[in-house]
């Protein structure tokens, strides 16, 4: 009961945050990408049959499948559910799943929080990442940053919790000689699963080898248990032995997996009891890892936790979790499964020099995504976070350096984890993207899920203040920010710059706005409200955020046509770029969708 006393703030916070979220759904525009995602969502999801039955995935790069799929396909599968339930917008829907995501993702960090800060400052740390507007605008429509930012805390916050255990390994087995034929088995179950799948694409080419050999009349196993092999297409033969593998591959690991299950809660009850606090941390990792190829960094964090902590005696569970996030990631990615290694690293290829052809605002100067300058995350870091964050992140990283060099006992030990985390998670990588400048666009949001560690010692400055009511005071005070921007800018908060150059006025012309075109809801409801049935829209951009909202009378068409001339219809563009100058630039405005008077987008009449 205490326990759950000292859990209702968090409670109470995220309860609050999912009623506020809730209620402005409705005004909340589709992102550029999410189309396409729940586009390669159901690819994905219909290769799970295609592959029972057919031994084929039909997913290519080309197809997204270079794009961990494991959290659109869940999205996809939810609203599935949801909607009969719920009567709104699928959009809607799908936005508020990502914010429910999100929300769990801050209760993860909150999680990570009380290991070094008190509960006060831990909620205080969780309300100012909250209050972001950065992160609260994209909590809704980024089907691909935030939901790895999520399960990337998730991961972590199970990890840690995962080496809590001091559940030991095979210490309770009752001779030597079973606690080797339990060690030989587990280590055969890791050489089957690693060998089995790895070898996939191998064993596919065995089994056509096999095949074609004996269809040109050589005698082998296919020649002797199919009877017209000469007469039947290779192909045919090729399939059904495939998926026969298939088949037995999964009977054998299913019954191997319950076996060993079964012998270690029959003679080992503690590996057992290890092994299923295993379970929900690796099938988050497997699962962060399918949303993105960066998500054994989780992993990588856990492990040095471990290892800082146990030493070598975390490493059978780590090499447990590592084999568990790894079959869950295979599970979840059908592009993996017909090459799952060569697949994986044509994945990573991509995802770390993606070939995006378009052009980056910076500081009004337009810039390739591979030729920004070494000032590009700097300056944004510095514009994007509400102004107090940069200022108590380095008063609170001062702050443990000096009592982790003051040697104070009681706390050197834990600062020194802090101060690893902090450098692991946050330092290292944000160096490293600075200066070796590895594709990047749409600002930082790529990057959204190494800044947590950014609040934790933002959260070190509030711990520091000992009475009560000036630590609230504190919070209060350097959350205001944040709320205020995001009550102003609401629906488009992922617009935000802070006061140092402006507001969104200073942004403009100068850095990215609107560069997913949620604003196109806003404009396809004016045009509802005024276009005559059947009216004709040239929507310039992505037609696809401006139809779904769109009357279904209304015909909109993404490009111009030549039929539209001399007739009356509607043109919408970004206010980006200076599309609004370029695009039908006699035409008339009639209504510009703006936020704090700077404009999103443009709708025009000729």
Do not use: C
């Amino acid at each position: 009961m205490q326990k759950l006393k000292q859990n209702y703030p968090i409670v109470i916070l995220l309860a609050l945050a999912f009623l506020i979220g809730s209620l402005t759904l409705s005004s909340r525009g589709e992102s550029w990408d999410e189309f396409l995602l729940h586009k390669y969502a159901n690819r994905s999801l219909n290769a799970y049959q295609s592959w029972a039955l057919e031994g084929k995935v039909n997913i290519t790069l080309d197809d997204l499948g270079g794009y961990g799929p494991s959290f659109v396909m869940l999205d996809e599968l939810a609203a599935d559910l949801f909607s009969a339930l719920l009567p709104i917008n699928r959009i809607d829907l799908y936005h508020l799943i990502n914010f429910s995501i999100y929300l769990a993702g801050i209760w993860a960090f909150y999680d990570l929080g009380i290991r070094w800060l008190n509960r006060t400052s831990a909620i205080g740390a969780t309300l100012l990442l909250m209050t972001q507007p950065i992160y609260w605008g994209h909590a809704f429509m980024n089907s691909k940053d935030i939901p790895f930012l999520a399960f990337f805390l998730l991961s972590l916050a199970f990890g840690f919790r995962m080496l809590d255990s001091d559940k030991p390994i095979l210490s309770d087995v009752s001779t030597d000689r079973l606690k080797r034929m339990l060690a030989l088995l587990t280590a055969i179950w890791l050489a089957s699963v690693f060998g089995l799948f790895a070898a996939t694409e191998a064993l596919h080419s065995f089994i056509a080898d096999l095949v074609r050999s004996a269809a040109s009349g050589q005698t082998n196993i296919i020649s002797l248990v199919a009877s017209d092999i000469l007469t039947a297409p290779p192909a045919v033969y090729i399939q059904k032995f495939f998926i026969l593998f298939l088949l037995i591959r999964s009977v054998y690991l299913l019954l191997f997996t319950a076996l060993l299950l079964y012998l270690y809660y029959r003679h080992s009850r503690s590996t057992f009891q290890s092994t299923m606090s295993i379970l929900i941390p690796g099938i988050l990792l497997g699962f962060t890892t399918s949303i993105r190829s960066l998500g054994p960094f989780a992993g990588l964090i856990v492990a040095a936790y471990g290892l800082r902590v146990k030493g070598k005696k975390a490493i059978p569970a780590l090499v447990l979790y590592a084999a568990v996030g790894i079959i869950a990631m295979y599970l979840t990615w059908p592009y993996l499964w017909e090459n799952p290694i060569g697949h994986l690293f044509e994945s990573i290829r991509l995802m770390s020099a993606y070939p995006w052809n378009g052009e980056v605002l910076f500081n009004g100067q337009r810039y390739a995504p591979t030729e920004l300058p070494y000032a590009y995350l700097p300056v944004l870091l510095g514009i994007q976070l509400t102004e107090p964050v940069w200022l108590l992140f380095l008063i609170g990283f001062v702050i443990t350096v000096i009592e982790y060099r003051a040697k104070r006992m009681e706390t050197v030990y834990n600062k020194r984890l802090l101060l690893e985390l902090v450098t692991l998670w946050f330092v290292i990588p944000i160096l490293g993207f600075i200066i070796f400048r590895p594709t990047l666009y749409d600002n930082f949001r790529q990057l959204l899920f190494i800044l947590p560690p950014v609040f934790l010692m933002a959260g070190v400055v509030f711990s520091r203040i000992k009475h009560p009511a000036w630590q609230i005071a504190l919070i209060a005070l350097v959350t205001i920010p944040g709320l205020v921007s995001g009550v102003s800018l609401q629906p488009y908060e992922y617009l935000y710059y802070n006061r140092f150059i402006g507001g969104v006025h200073g942004a403009q012309n100068r850095f990215e706005l609107d560069y997913w075109g949620t604003s196109y809801r806003e404009a396809a409801e004016h045009i509802n409200s005024i276009a005559p049935a059947n009216s004709s829209i040239w929507v310039e951009g992505p037609a696809h955020v401006f139809g779904p909202f769109a009357r279904i009378d209304l015909k909109v068409l993404d490009a111009f046509d030549p039929s539209l001339t001399g007739t009356e219809y509607y043109v919408v563009i970004l206010a980006r770029h200076d599309l609004d100058k370029i695009i039908a630039p006699d035409a008339e405005t009639i209504y510009t969708v703006a936020i704090e008077g700077v404009p999103l987008a443009i709708v025009k009449k000729p």
